[in-house]
Antibody, heavy 122, light 107 residues
Framework: EVQLLQSGGGLIQPGGSLRLSCSAS????????MTWVRQAPGKGLEWVSG????????SSADSVKGRFTISRDNSKNTLYLQMNSLRAGDAAIYYC???????????????WGQGTLVTVSS | DIQMTQSPSSLSASVGDRVTITCRAS??????LAWYQQKPGRVPKLLIY???TLQSGVPPRFSGSDSGTDFTLTITTLQPEDVATYYC?????????FGGGTKVEIK
C-alpha cells in the first residue's frame, strides 16, 4: 500500500525558513516523480514544485521560484521542500503527491500525503 | 503557462441528477487532463486521468470526455457522498496547473 507521511509544518515568522518532509513507502520511490501542491485556507489547489524520479529534473511555480527548493533522498525514500523567505501568502496546507511515472510532466498524481499546515505570521 | 478555466465554480443539484463540470485549457494539452475530488476536510483523490480513464475503485457514475481543449466531468446520477469540490489539472508539462474548482452541493 502506498503511503506518504508528511512532517515539518508549523508556525513561522515572515522571512523565516521551514523544511517539509514526505516519507514514502509501499512503492519503489526512485521510479516515480513527486510533487508538492498547496492549498491556502478556503482556496483551490496550486501546484508548487515537481521533481523527477532520479532527482535530476525539477521545476517550480513562478510564485515560489528562487525561494523554495524541492529535493529528494532516494536512499531514505524521502521528499523535501525547503522554503525560504516565507511570506504571508505562502500560508497553506502543503501536500506531497506521487506521480504515476518517472517524470512530473505526462503523469498524473495518483497518491497524496495527508497534508501539513504552514502558518506564516508574526 | 497553460491556464485551466473551470466552470461553474459551484452548483447545487438534487440526488439522482446528472451533473456536468467543464474545464477549458488555454492551449492544447492532448489528453493530459486529470480530475480530482476533494471532500470537505479531506485530501484530494484522483478520479479520472488521461481525460477519460476511470481510476481503479471510482464508481462508474463518474466519467470524463474531451473535445479539443474542452474537457468534461460528468456524474450521471448524483449521490449524497459526491458532495465535494472537483478540480481539473493539466499534467502535460510544468507548471501543472489546476482549474479553480467546482463545489458540488445537494439541493
Amino acid at each position: 500500500e502506498v503511503q506518504l507521511l508528511q512532517s515539518g509544518g508549523g508556525l513561522i515568522q515572515p522571512g523565516g525558513s521551514l523544511r517539509l518532509s514526505c516519507s514514502a513507502s509501499g512503492f519503489t520511490f526512485s521510479n516515480y516523480a513527486m510533487t508538492w501542491v498547496r492549498q491556502a485556507p478556503g482556496k483551490g489547489l496550486e501546484w508548487v514544485s515537481g521533481i523527477s524520479g532520479g532527482g535530476g529534473t525539477t521545476s517550480s511555480a513562478d510564485s515560489v521560484k528562487g525561494r523554495f527548493t524541492i529535493s529528494r533522498d532516494n536512499s531514505k525514500n524521502t521528499l523535501y521542500l525547503q522554503m525560504n523567505s516565507l511570506r504571508a501568502g505562502d500560508a497553506a496546507i502543503y501536500y506531497c503527491a506521487k506521480h504515476a511515472g518517472y517524470t512530473f510532466g505526462k503523469y498524473y498524481l495518483d497518491h497524496w500525503g495527508q497534508g501539513t499546515l504552514v502558518t506564516v505570521s508574526s | 503557462d497553460i491556464q485551466m478555466t473551470q466552470s461553474p465554480s459551484s452548483l447545487s443539484a438534487s440526488v439522482g441528477d446528472r451533473v456536468t463540470i467543464t474545464c477549458r485549457a488555454s492551449q492544447g494539452i492532448s489528453n493530459y487532463l486529470a480530475w480530482y475530488q476533494q471532500k470537505p476536510g479531506r485530501v484530494p483523490k484522483l478520479l479520472i486521468y488521461a481525460a477519460s480513464t476511470l481510476q481503479s475503485g471510482v464508481p462508474p457514475r463518474f466519467s470524463g470526455s474531451d473535445s479539443g481543449t474542452d474537457f468534461t466531468l460528468t456524474i450521471t446520477t448524483l449521490q449524497p457522498e459526491d458532495v465535494a469540490t472537483y478540480y481539473c489539472q493539466n499534467y502535460k508539462s510544468a507548471p501543472l496547473t489546476f482549474g479553480g474548482g467546482t463545489k458540488v452541493e445537494i439541493k
